[in-house]
Nanobody, 127 residues
Framework: QVQLVESGGGLVQAGGSLRLSCAAS????????MGWFRRAPGKEREFVAA????????DYADSVKGRFTISRDNAKNTLYLQMNSLKPEDTAVYYC????????????????????WGQGTQVTVSS
C-alpha cells in the first residue's frame, strides 16, 4: 500500500498561483501512476491532471490546460501540481491519487482507475 498526504492549499486571489504537493509513503513511489482530482461544493469529483510512472507523459483536463502543470520527483516520493492563473471556478478540495500499474507510460484519467487517495487539501480562489 501507499499513503498519500496533500499540502499546499489555501486562499488566493484570482490570477494568483499555488503549488500543491502530495507526499507518498509506503511502497515504492515510482511504481505508481499518479493523478490529481478535485471536488467543488455540490459537484462531482472531476479529473484535473495525471502523470505516468515516467514523468514525461502527462494528461490534463481541458479546463486547466495551459495553466496547471503536474510533475513528480520519484527521489523525493512527491507529486506536485503547479497552478497558475487561478480562477474562482478552480475552488475545490484537491485530491491526489495513486494506481499501481505495470506500464511506465500510462496516465489514467478516471477516478475508478485509482486505488489510493489522500485526504484532500482545500483551494479557494477569490474574485
Amino acid at each position: 500500500q501507499v499513503q498519500l498526504v496533500e499540502s499546499g492549499g489555501g486562499l488566493v486571489q484570482a490570477g494568483g498561483s499555488l503549488r500543491l504537493s502530495c507526499a507518498a509513503s509506503g511502497r515504492t513511489f515510482s511504481r505508481y501512476a499518479m493523478g490529481w482530482f478535485r471536488r467543488a461544493p455540490g459537484k462531482e469529483r472531476e479529473f484535473v491532471a495525471a502523470i505516468a510512472r515516467i514523468g514525461s507523459i502527462t494528461d490534463y483536463a481541458d479546463s486547466v490546460k495551459g495553466r496547471f502543470t503536474i510533475s513528480r520527483d520519484n527521489a523525493k516520493n512527491t507529486l506536485y501540481l503547479q497552478m497558475n492563473s487561478l480562477k474562482p471556478e478552480d475552488t475545490a478540495v484537491y485530491y491526489c491519487a495513486a494506481t499501481d500499474v505495470g506500464s511506465l507510460t500510462l496516465a489514467r484519467t478516471r477516478p475508478h482507475s485509482y486505488d489510493y487517495w489522500g485526504q484532500g487539501t482545500q483551494v479557494t480562489v477569490s474574485s
